[in-house]
């Protein structure tokens, strides 16, 4: 891949970086949310444009199978947090999209 596809793509990756350095900046949570949904969301977008800049037709398989190891992730911590935290935790949940 050459020319302006590689840019858009190129420039895609560097927006996901950048919305997940926000994310690890600036969302202050007592249970630290920073560690969770936002980093699996942007980390899926991050790599997905990788693999797109790369061309590797492997590496795809590689994605499938890190989205579901980090929704079966994502699952388990949402129970601790919400045993951690309890309704603080489930106040959050019903104010965001996480």
Same mark, same amino acid.
């Given at each position: 891949?050459? @020319?302006?596809? #590689?840019?858009?793509? *190129? %420039? ?20 630290? %949310?920073?560690?969770?949904a936002?980093?699996?969301?942007? @980390? !899926?977008?991050?790599? *997905?444009?990788?693999?797109?800049? #790369? ?10 199978? #890190?989205?579901?190891?980090? *929704?079966?992730? !994502? ?5 601790? #947090? &919400?045993?951690a935290?309890?309704? &603080?935790? /489930? &106040?959050? /949940?019903?104010? *965001?999209?996480?």
């Open positions: 891949m050459q @020319g302006p596809k #590689l840019c858009i793509l *190129t %420039a895609l990756l560097f927006v996901a970086l950048a919305v997940l350095a926000w994310v690890l900046a600036w969302v202050k949570t007592p249970w630290n %949310a920073a560690r969770y936002p980093i699996y969301v942007f @980390g !899926a977008v991050v790599v *997905t444009g990788l693999f797109l800049v #790369l061309q590797q037709r492997e590496l795809w398989i590689l994605l499938v199978v #890190l989205l579901v190891a980090q *929704t079966i992730r !994502a699952k388990k911590e949402a129970r601790v #947090l &919400e045993a935290f309890g309704e &603080e935790y /489930r &106040e959050y /949940r019903r104010k *965001t999209w996480f």
